[in-house]
């Protein structure tokens, strides 16, 4: 079965500094991979996306993921951290059953920013 | 842009009670969605909704759960007779297609069973 984990419960970035939240996964084929936001009180956002193709992805906010096959991970990345993105951040891995699409998340990294 | 809204954002119940959670999926999509967190633990799926019917659902949602598209705007989770386990954020989500690319999330409802 598909499965996600998120190594890290909490993470706390000085403002300013690189962030680096770690995704790794478990799928037979290759997966369809996401990461999304949710900032409190808010509803669950989709930053970024994996599906093929290009390797390292972009996405909104200044953040960006890698795929890495070989060790089956989809890392999220943003060079400089903005009081502003401290929130729960979750990978989620797009698994296919009896035809159906549905998601499978991580159990989340909550980001605190620090001044 | 536009949102999935759910209503209310917090419910509290007593154990034994029926509950309802309320949901306006984007008006034109086709699919719809309840995901559930309980707290500290990982957004889970529940069961999926197309052409007014079930088209997958998860070992949680079992005979006291039930969703409705009562009227061609709203979307509902019905829950029997709830149990202190209930407790949780319930997540709906609506697509136009089956694509989880286009996966848009409300900001859930904050169920708390007593």
């Known amino acids: 079965a598909q499965s996600v984990t998120q190594p890290d419960i909490h993470i706390t970035v000085s403002e300013g500094a690189s962030l680096e939240l770690r995704c790794n996964y478990s799928?037979?084929?290759?997966?369809?991979l996401f990461w999304y936001v949710q900032s409190p009180g808010q509803g669950l956002q989709l930053l970024l996306k994996?599906?093929?193709?290009?390797?390292l992805v972009q996405g909104i906010k200044g953040f960006e993921a890698e795929f890495k096959r070989s060790q089956s991970s989809f890392n999220l990345r943003k060079p400089s951290v903005h009081w502003s993105d401290a929130a729960e951040y979750f990978c989620a891995v797009g698994a296919t059953n009896t035809g159906f699409q549905k998601l499978v998340f991580g159990t989340g990294t909550r980001l605190l920013v620090s001044p | 842009e536009p949102e999935v809204t759910q209503t209310p954002s917090h419910q509290v119940t007593q154990m034994g009670q029926e509950v309802i959670l309320r949901c306006v999926p984007i008006s034109n999509h086709l699919y719809f969605y309840w995901y559930r967190q309980i707290l500290g633990q990982k957004v889970e799926f529940l069961v999926s909704f197309y052409n007014n019917e079930i088209s997958e659902k998860s070992e949680i949602f079992d005979d006291q759960f039930s969703v409705e598209r009562p009227d061609g705007s709203n979307f509902t989770l019905k829950i029997r007779s709830t149990k202190l386990e209930d407790s949780a954020m319930y997540f709906c989500a609506s697509s136009y297609g089956t694509g989880l690319e286009k996966l848009f999330f409300g900001s859930g409802t904050q169920l708390s069973v007593l």
């Open positions: 994996y599906f093929s193709g290009d390797t």
């Open positions: 799928y037979g084929a290759t997966p369809y």
